[in-house]
């Protein structure tokens, strides 16, 4: 269990990426993998023995003196510990690939949001440019199987984000959470994938792209090392990790149950902002937003106007306009439609059908495209208003 000098033979590497001592990060990387060892008890035994590696090397004697750990069980674990060799092959895989470590003590790296909490990971792996802590986050996550209502509000709100300077965070999964990015993604807005696996495996597969390209304007983010298999009880304490670090919540789309739920209740109980998107009462889609907002557990918003409006967050207006970009693509019909909302505010349907003299099918048609385009909103009463 002991590693020498001789056997690091990439300990300057180590170094020069991460400028902490070699043997230092393969006993942290290793601990972190004890079986049976939670966070808590973790940084209690670190604290005590002044570091991964001293916890290590305690005598049996002392160890067994330690809150938690007179269990017999976890002195077995770290005492006939084989994770150093895991250990060995993660810190090759970190430096191949250029990634980032975070260790929470005295690493300005670390994001401050999660050191308030005492489940916060001992260590955090990433791959990407994102600085871990900017001035304002939003979460967003929601359902696998998100319908077209949904997908436009993903589009609608990380567009409308755009424009407030926010990084974007999700978990990089089916649905919610890969429009999440790949809207980020195509605004140039910065957003971080949590996963709830290791670095070497993008879960799903199929996101491997997308996983890249959030590296070049974000990052991926994870508490596990790498040969982390997607495990269900990862992605809650995954849930958690994007709560945590997430000034605000934001869920678009879910059923009674499902992840997008347990990261709302994180957030509730972390006293973070939570906001959700109303839908129809017999849309099964909407029933877990529906429940939040009467059980006054989020804010309902219709745009993310209500997000920095509840937030206290201003707008940057030196950045250009989406309405500006997206009026050269519009049809005749949908000129027609905008040009009649600029010089009136709120505009009923009934008025739009009177105005345009479209068929109902073709007006809601041309309706649902303007606010796929984010240039209208609809409002309550069959009203609609430009942006």
Known sequence: MIISSDDLFWSSSLWYFYHINPQDLFYEIAFTRVPHIGIELAKNLIA????????????????????????????????????????????????????HIAYYLNDDNYPKRLLQYDDAPILLYSIGTSNLNVLKTVGIVGTRKPNIYGKIQ?????????????????????????????NAVSKEIDNIAVMATGLDQIYPAQNRKL???????????????????????NFS????????????????QSAHKGGSLITAEFANSYHKD????????????????????????????????????????????????????????????????????RT???????????????????????LLSLEFKGIIRSLPGEKYRIY
């Open 211 to 233: 996983a890249q390209q959030i590296e070049k304007k974000g990052c991926v983010l994870t508490e596990f090392p790498i040969k982390t298999n997607p495990d269900r009880e």
């Open 154 to 182: 993903v589009e609608l709100i990380v567009n409308s984000l755009y424009y407030y300077d926010v990084q974007i965070i999700s978990g990089l999964t089916y649905g919610v959470d890969s429009l999440a990015h790949q």
């Open 237 to 252: 304490m995954r849930s958690r990790i994007i709560a945590v670090m997430a000034d605000a919540v934001v869920v678009i």
């Open 274 to 341: 939570v906001f959700t998107v109303p839908g129809r009462v017999d849309d099964e889609m909407s029933i877990g937003c529906n429940k939040l907002i009467k059980a006054n557990k989020a804010h309902l918003i219709e745009s993310a106007n209500d997000i920095a409006y509840i937030m206290s967050w201003d707008s940057d207006k030196s950045k250009p306009t989406n309405q500006i970009e997206l009026f050269q693509e519009l049809s005749e019909e949908e000129q027609t439609i905008v040009n009649y909302h």
């Open 48 to 99: 005590h023995c002044r570091g991964a590696k001293a916890v290590f090397w305690e005598s049996s004697h002392n160890l067994l003196k330690i809150n938690g750990i007179g269990q017999q069980r976890h002195f077995e674990n770290i005492k006939k510990s084989t994770e150093l060799s895991e250990a060995e092959a993660n810190v090759k895989y970190l430096i191949n690939n250029s990634c």
């Open 344 to 366: 009136n505010e709120k505009v009923t349907i009934d008025t739009l059908h009177h105005q345009t003299q479209l068929k109902s099918s073709e007006l809601a048609n041309h």
